[in-house]
T-cell receptor, first 115, second 112 residues
């Protein structure tokens, strides 16, 4: 079946502009995660959505970062007033929570470059 | 919070040899340990995982071992092939949210 999809695959923006990154999880997956991967680094947790519960925003690095998940499916990560240090690959993952399932499936990521 | 350390950062092996990557974790409550393979330009893909009630798990050429007492776990790849070349990440998680804390990654190169 279809995996996690993300758009755009690449985004180049100027410092100070706002950007929106989109994630379409696997159908039926109620848990959705955003991670950030800086060049040559591991993945850093940003935010977690589970069903209708309040999201876990504990990983967001600043108040310029926000995310929403509409209708329990598609999620959008928004970065306001982008800075050069925001340049990274932003990865989305989803997980089926029915049954004892732990596996997170990742999308291909959005490579963000802030000039 | 959880901290995961991964070694080595780079590893080169000859085709057919074995490769071992090691990770340690800090939170004794962590109970799920996946390994991901990431090829250039792609998202991480799960290759094997282990839960804390198991000490070892094997899937063809790939195996993972877990030592809960020492809080470390390892990935073993036998009979390596050039297509095994990629970046490998270990991770640990706890709780129902299953939020993952990742190691910093190992660039594995299999030389033909």
């Amino acid at each position: 079946g279809a995996g996690v999809s993300q758009s755009p695959s690449n985004k180049v923006t100027e410092k100070g502009k706002d950007v929106e990154l989109r994630c379409d999880p696997i159908s039926g997956h109620t848990a959705l995660y955003w991670y950030r991967q800086s060049l040559g680094q591991g993945l850093e947790f940003l935010i977690y959505f589970q069903g209708n519960s309040a999201p876990d925003k504990s990983g967001l690095p600043s108040d310029r970062f926000s995310a929403e998940r509409t209708g329990g499916s598609v999620s959008t990560l928004t970065i306001q007033r982008t800075q050069q240090e925001d340049s990274a690959v932003y990865l989305c993952a989803s997980r089926r929570t029915s049954g004892s399932t732990d596996t997170q499936y990742f999308g291909p990521g959005t490579r963000l470059t802030v000039l | 919070g959880e901290n995961v350390e991964q070694h080595p950062s780079t590893l080169s092996v000859q085709e057919g040899d074995s490769a071992v990557i090691k990770c340690t974790y800090s939170d004794s409550a962590s109970n799920y340990f996946p390994w991901y393979k990431q090829e250039l330009g792609k998202g991480p893909q799960l290759i094997i995982d282990i839960r804390s009630n198991v000490g070892e798990k094997k899937d063809q050429r790939i195996a993972v071992t877990l030592n809960k007492t020492a809080k470390h776990f390892s990935l073993h790849i036998t009979e390596t092939q050039p297509e095994d070349s990629a970046v490998y990440f270990c991770a640990a998680s706890t709780g129902s949210a299953r939020q993952l804390t990742f190691g910093s990654g190992t660039q594995l190169t299999v030389l033909p």
